[in-house]
């Protein structure tokens, strides 16, 4: 019912910034919370920001501060605006859309930080 897919993803250097863009496909008119997850080689993925239908945010203490969660509703699209970056922040990043009933995720793009 919904295909989600990322970009804006690629390599830039420690305390660099970068904004990743999700694009929904299809109607989003049930989606109750959207989020931004990443997951490292060898890592769990991981629950970045959060974002509620009246726009609620929450972030993971690592990014707190650093990363902005946003949306455009009338382009069905989902932000994460990223600033101060580190190799920590190195991971696929992707996106999820939520419903009551329903469970959706992108393929992801892929974030590389390092000089």
């Known amino acids: 019912q919904l295909e989600l897919v990322e970009s804006g993803g690629g390599l830039v250097q420690p305390g660099g910034s970068l904004t990743l863009s999700c694009v929904a496909s299809?109607?989003?008119?049930?989606?109750?919370?959207i989020g931004w997850y990443r997951q490292a080689p060898g890592k769990e993925r991981e629950k970045v920001a959060g974002?509620?239908?009246?726009?609620?945010?929450n972030y993971a203490d690592s990014v707190k501060g650093r990363f902005t969660i946003s949306r455009d509703n009338a382009k069905n699209t989902v932000y994460l605006q990223m600033n101060s970056l580190k190799p920590e922040d190195t991971a696929v990043y992707y996106c999820n859309m939520r419903s009551v009933l329903n469970n959706y995720w992108g393929q992801g793009t892929q974030v590389t930080v390092s000089s």
């Open positions: 299809g109607s989003t008119r049930s989606i109750n919370v």
């Open positions: 974002i509620s239908s009246i726009g609620s945010t």
